[in-house]
């Protein structure tokens, strides 16, 4: 299963809906499950109180979500239910932290994830050592995901324009085509202004060479890009995470080679206008060469060189 993890602004954007659905109508689950999601939410409050500047949201009708505003990713959820494998047992007060380690349960599963217990007290004392906010590293980690996807569907277009182009001169191109016998006789009797008898076999050979360079140039193992979240320290103040990923493309282990956190008039002017074309952009929008908009505080965007997707 893996780490869960979840945008503060997805559970902003639904609080309201989950409340009134757990704790108000309760349309799934009847009394039991109405007295359960209560049981929780006070048990996330008492949470709250311990943990500084943090707010609570239901999650399901036995969970709550933990996390502060303008924070990116939660810290964790708490509940109140049965969460064992081995047997079925009475509810337990519950909190899960995705950097939190029990050593009971295989690694991945969610249970490996949690503590579990009895006692209510003993449950909001482990709640507060072990739910944390995430790192600007390890947020650009976790979110890394979707923008690996799309960073690899690009190079994947690529690759497939350069068979389309292919087939259409009669050509067999391979899956991961990484040259043509034919590719650089198309450049020598483009360069020498060679006489097409047919006009559009002329434009196909044409289309089929400068295909081939945009994929030669997507073509790569390591395409470094930068984390941006902007978010805000304990006092309120707006704040800007800088990542650098020396390999983006990467979907599982990705690296953070260096992380800060800066002033927002202190980021980078190109660092701004990629952020800012993005902005304007719906929420999971990739555009080839700038970035990718994981939600409205937070970005994967191109590196100003060795940038494989940027042809201007």
């Not at 559970?11 to 999601?37: M, W």
């Not at 500084?52 to 502060?68: E, H, L, P, V």
């Not at 074309?277 to 060469?289: D, F, Q």
Request: net charge negative; aromatic share 10%; with cysteine.
């Amino acid at each position: 299963m893996g780490i869960e993890h979840k945008m503060v602004w997805e559970i902003e954007r639904d609080r309201e809906d989950l409340y009134d659905k757990h704790c108000v109508h309760n349309t799934n689950g009847g009394s039991q499950s109405k007295q359960n999601a209560i049981v929780t939410s006070e048990y996330a409050k008492l949470v709250c109180k311990q943990l500084r500047g943090t707010k609570w949201a239901m999650r399901y009708s036995n969970s709550c979500w933990i996390y502060k505003e303008g924070d990116t990713l939660a810290m964790g959820w708490v509940g109140h239910g049965d969460w064992q494998t081995a047997i079925n047992g009475v509810d337990k007060f519950v909190v899960y932290g995705p950097f939190h380690e029990n050593g009971k349960y295989s690694y991945g599963s969610e249970q490996s994830h949690m503590s579990m217990f009895d006692d209510r007290d003993k449950a909001i004392s482990k709640a507060k050592s072990v739910l944390r906010g995430y790192t600007v590293a390890e947020a650009a980690q976790a979110l890394n995901g979707d923008n690996s996807s799309k960073v690899c569907g690009v190079q994947g277009e690529a690759s497939d324009a350069v068979r389309q182009a292919g087939k259409d001169l009669g050509l067999d191109i391979s899956y991961n085509p990484k040259d043509h016998a034919m590719l650089s006789e198309f450049k020598n009797m483009l360069s020498t202004g060679y006489n097409f008898l047919d006009h559009e076999v002329s434009q196909n050979v044409q289309r089929f060479v400068d295909l081939f360079k945009v994929h030669k140039k997507r073509d790569v193992k390591n395409i470094p890009m930068y984390y941006i979240e902007m978010t805000k320290n304990r006092w309120g103040e707006e704040q800007v995470g800088i990542a650098f990923l020396p390999n983006a493309r990467s979907m599982h282990s990705v690296k953070v080679e260096y992380n800060e956190i800066i002033q927002p008039e202190d980021v980078k002017d190109w660092m701004k206008q990629r952020v800012a074309a993005l902005h304007m952009m719906p929420i999971g929008s990739y555009v080839e060469g700038v970035g990718y908009k994981i939600c409205p505080t937070a970005y994967y965007i191109h590196t100003e060189e060795d940038n494989p997707f940027d042809d201007t």
